[in-house]
Every structure is written in C-alpha cells, then in structure tokens.
C-alpha cells in the first residue's frame, strides 16, 4: 500500500472526511439551491448565445438545444463553482476545508488503482443490474446518429452526444463540459458544503450519502430508469470515497474519468460505424 500513497493504508473503512461548517444548516442549504438554480440560469444564457453563434438561432430544433446545452454547461459550471468558493468563504469559512478541497495523499500509481477501480466497480454494477433484471441493454444505446432505439427514448443527453460524436468540431466543444465542467460543479454542490453540512445532523455520513445521491440522480430525470439508478449508485460510491479519503478532488477525479472514458467510447463507436 506504500507504494500508492499514505491514505491507502488503514482499510476499507478508515474515515479521513473531516466536515466543516461555520455557516450552519439552513445557509448551507440555501447556498448549494443557489449554486443550482444559478447554474441553469448560465447554463441557458450560455445556451442561447451557442445557438445564435453555432446553429444560426434555431431555437425550435430540440436537438440543436440539447447540443447548445451541453456546450454551456462548461462555462456555467466554471463560474458555478467560482461563487460555490465564494460561499464557502461565509463566517470565516476556509473554501479548502469547507469544500474538502485537501490534496490527497496517493502517488501516481494510487491515483491510477483508484480511478481504475471506480471505473470497474461501476461496469460490475451495470452488468449486475442488466443481468439480475434481465435488461436488454441495446434498448439504452441510440443509433449511430442519435436515433432512440425502438424500445424507445436512450435519454435526451445520451442521444445528443451519439449524434455529436459525429461531427469532432461540436464533440471537440463538448467535451470539456462533460469531462470537466459537470463533474466540477456537480461534486461541489452534492459533496462539497451542503453534504459537509447534512454529515454534520442525525443523518450522518450514510443518511446524507443517501439523500445526496438520490437529489443528484434526480437531475437526471431526462435519462432512462436505468440511468438514473446507475446515478444513484455512482452517488453512492462517491459518498463512500468522500469518507474514507476526505477530499473531493477524489470523487471529482473519477466522475471526470468516468465521463471522459465514456464520451471517448461513444466518439470511438461513431468512428467505427462511419
């Protein structure tokens, strides 16, 4: 375990998450309904000017609106996660510890068992559920231009990016918002201060672990069942790295590993089919 960093060591289930909270409950939950509402009202003036800049105003194509939407979210993420600093520096509050921004202990190698681990861990889950509920997982995968399966809708998200995935200028801009700016924003509203905060109550680490994963999950309504519930496991997982390693670079590192490795899947797959 030397070999991967010092806060390898200790086991499964030694806490490193040390939660601070100068700012209280209730301001903490105001805070993080700000950061969210603030961030889907950048995420639509973003949106508005991709349109009129990329699509020519066409503001009556769904498609093209999903697309502008995912191209706003790196921005709007970026200046989300400026004012969560800002928050975090209430009553005196230091925004590294507030935000459980400490650098972890790992090396190069522990950060590479780690992400490869989460990643595994989510692909076990995946074939777990698909197994266990006998799921016929191409009813989930779009066409290679973003058509929904017969089954039906693969998730707004999900067939936007099949469809991007064929142009690399549009997925070139993409990009950055689904490996950088979603996890950014996403990890400092759901894991940073307001899950501080709830740890903090009778809820504990577990009960906000849960209710954290379940309020993340529920931003996804768009997508499938299936999404949503593999969301809400990822939450899960995200909530348990938070403790055992106390910082969110940790959980916010695997969620862009995780949306980077499969958006390079699905620009992969839509090379290969071309």
């Known amino acids: 375990m030397a070999a991967l960093g010092e806060d390898f060591s200790g086991g499964w289930f030694r806490r490193l998450y040390a939660p601070v909270n100068p700012t209280g409950l209730w301001w ?13 009202l950048l995420q639509l003036i973003f949106s508005v000017i991709a349109t009129l800049v990329l699509f020519d105003g066409a503001f009556d194509n769904m498609r093209i609106a999903v697309k502008s939407s995912l191209i706003a979210v790196f921005p709007a993420s970026l200046l989300v996660a400026a004012a969560g600093w800002f928050f975090a520096q209430r009553n005196g509050g230091d925004p590294f510890r507030v ?78 918002s689904i490996a950088l700016g979603a996890p950014i924003a996403e990890e400092l509203i759901f894991r940073g201060q307001l899950f501080a905060a709830l740890s903090q109550t009778r809820l504990g680490i577990s009960g906000t672990t ?36 106390g910082s969110l670079w940790v959980t916010m590192a695997c969620h862009a590993a995780w949306n980077a490795f499969y958006g390079l899947v699905i620009f992969a797959s839509a090379g290969a089919a071309s």
């Open 210 to 245: 849960l209710v954290t994963s379940a309020l993340w999950a529920s931003m996804h309504m768009t997508e499938p069942l299936l999404s949503v519930g593999l969301i809400f496991i990822m939450g899960l997982l995200f909530g348990w790295m938070l403790y055992r390693f």
């Open 28 to 40: 903490s939950l105001v805070f993080a309904a700000a950061l969210l509402a603030l961030h889907v």
């Open 99 to 176: 935000l459980s921004l400490a650098q972890p202990r790992l090396s190069a190698s522990g950060w590479i068992v780690l992400i490869a681990g989460f990643i595994m861990a989510m692909y076990l889950a995946i074939m777990i559920i698909v197994t266990v509920f006998g799921i016929d997982i191409n009813q989930y995968t779009p066409g290679p231009d973003g058509q929904s399966p017969q089954g039906g809708s693969a998730g707004l998200v999900k067939e936007a990016m099949f469809d991007i995935a064929n142009e690399p200028w549009l997925f070139a801009l993409v990009f950055p």
